[in-house]
């Protein structure tokens, strides 16, 4: 997670949104007197600083207790969020990668293993059931929504990241997330992550682009 006081701005980090590419970007454009927690594995480019009391996935509950009120309620509060079938698809590959692909996608996404809730993303950016955020940016259109946040915040940005600070190995040859689940398996994502459906209007039809209207 981030706080710039230069640019008064607080990033909420959710998991499985090129976040960590977001926070690799923004550290060398920053101040030294800014926020920057701590990533795993480390990034050379990546600067951890003032980080004391703040921690890597930190709430926004918890971070509206650390900080002051005024800077708080002052800075502009974004994060992003990914189509819930697409990002549980990205958990997937990675910790099968890690594990020497041991796993089956029909282990995997079952109502008994909460790994699966390690991408949902909902508490970290809702408090008392309100979004606490004023920008929830789509992972679908993350260059484009990026490049309109800094456009505002008056950070220069060339329209595109330009780092990628995680890969995925997908065994499967990388097909899209809507070719790749059972029904059973799309109507338990649908109910695990209801409330992020719901907020964002995504939709899991094979046709989907993997963002919705809303």
């Known amino acids: 997670m981030i706080v710039s006081h ?25 101040a030294a007197g800014d926020v920057f927690t701590p990533i795993h594995p480390p990034l050379e480019m990546h600067q951890p600083r003032n980080h004391e009391g703040f921690y890597n996935h930190m709430p926004a509950f918890e971070i509206r207790e650390r900080l002051p009120a005024q800077v708080w309620n002052g800075y502009y509060k974004f994060c992003v969020e990914r189509n819930p079938w697409d990002k549980v698809l990205s958990l997937f590959h990675m910790l099968n990668y890690r594990s020497g692909f041991e796993l089956s996608l029909n282990e995997f996404v079952s109502a008994d293993n909460e790994a699966l809730m390690q991408v949902f993303n909902y508490p970290r950016y809702v408090i ?21 946040v800094f456009s505002e915040l008056g950070i220069p940005y060339g329209g595109s990241l330009d780092v990628h600070a995680k890969t995925e190995m997908r065994a499967d040859g990388r097909l899209p997330w809507q070719e790749v689940y059972s029904e059973r398996q799309r109507q338990l994502i ?25």
């Open 128 to 148: 008392d059931g309100h979004c606490a955020v004023d920008r929830v940016i789509r992972y679908e259109h993350l260059d484009q929504e990026l490049g309109e």
């Open 6 to 30: 230069e640019y008064r701005f607080i990033f909420i980090k959710t998991v499985k949104t090129a976040g960590t590419s977001i926070e690799a970007w923004l550290s060398g454009r920053c």
């Open 190 to 214: 649908a109910t695990l992550f209801r409330p992020e459906i719901e907020m964002h209007g995504y939709g899991c039809a094979p046709a989907d682009d993997g963002a919705g209207s809303g």
